[in-house]
């Protein structure tokens, strides 16, 4: 299944992530950034229902110097008393939050618009490119302003070594498929039960619509090996 979705990843289409049992318990689905059109937005919202944002390889984060949200609050917490009690830390899933700023392009009018957030989404993705793959630097505030309607999230510095939330797992998927590793996710979310979307309901979406479904042991595993191949060729 990791050969089919990262044929996806390269074909720009959608691929199901499931995370652990004993994490979130969550699907997101997962869209190369780069690639992400004004119809994706729409099933994401749709299909996934949850927040739409661009996880981000860690090492585009620090040529982009996107900060981490926690890192923002504390800072403006010393100048602005009030906003401490913001940056304690109580996720119950996790020791910490991928959240980093929120953007919308400069192009855009609301920015909350399928055509605005696709817009958002796929200059990033070609930001992430020239950065990671071309090797330029670039300023984001020159095509974004903050905040925005479209959150981006930077991945631990030691991807699923470190941590392994969504964003970790599908950039490692997007780094393993050699393309620009920014990847839209959005949370299944289920309207009847009011929960995450049930993994047996994730599957069966992805079976009736010939979406590759990889859960998250299946991508720490391939990624690994990957890593440990790509340390051989350069040893």
């Not at 047996?200 to 979406?211: C, D, M, Q, T, V």
Request: proline residues 4%; negative net charge; contains cysteine.
């Amino acid at each position: 299944m990791i050969e089919m979705a990262m044929r996806n990843f390269r074909a720009g289409k959608p691929v199901l992530i499931y995370d652990f049992d004993d994490r979130e318990g969550e699907t997101d689905i997962a869209i190369p950034a780069i690639s992400v059109t004004p119809k994706d937005v729409a099933m994401m919202r749709m299909d996934g229902g949850g927040l739409i944002c661009v996880a981000v390889h860690p090492k585009a984060a620090e040529k982009l110097k996107l900060p981490f949200m926690h890192d923002i609050l504390r800072v403006a917490s010393e100048s602005l008393p009030e906003l401490k009690s913001f940056t304690r830390f109580d996720i119950k899933y996790d020791s910490r939050s991928s959240f980093s700023i929120w953007v919308n392009h400069r192009d855009t009018f609301t920015g909350i618009t399928d055509r605005d957030r696709a817009l958002t989404i796929r200059r990033l993705g070609e930001i992430v490119d020239l950065v990671m793959l071309m090797g330029k630097d670039f300023d984001l505030g020159s095509e974004f302003r903050c905040p925005g309607h479209v959150a981006v999230l930077r991945a631990s510095e030691k991807l699923v070594y470190e941590r392994v939330g969504q964003t970790e797992l599908s950039v490692a998927l997007a780094e393993m498929s050699g393309i620009a590793p920014a990847v839209a996710i959005c949370e299944m979310l289920d309207f009847e039960t009011g929960k995450a979307l049930s993994k047996s309901k994730a599957k069966r979406y992805a079976e009736e619509r010939g979406i590759p479904f990889v859960e998250g042991k299946e991508i720490v595993k391939a990624y690994k090996r990957f890593k440990e191949e790509e340390a051989m060729v350069f040893d």
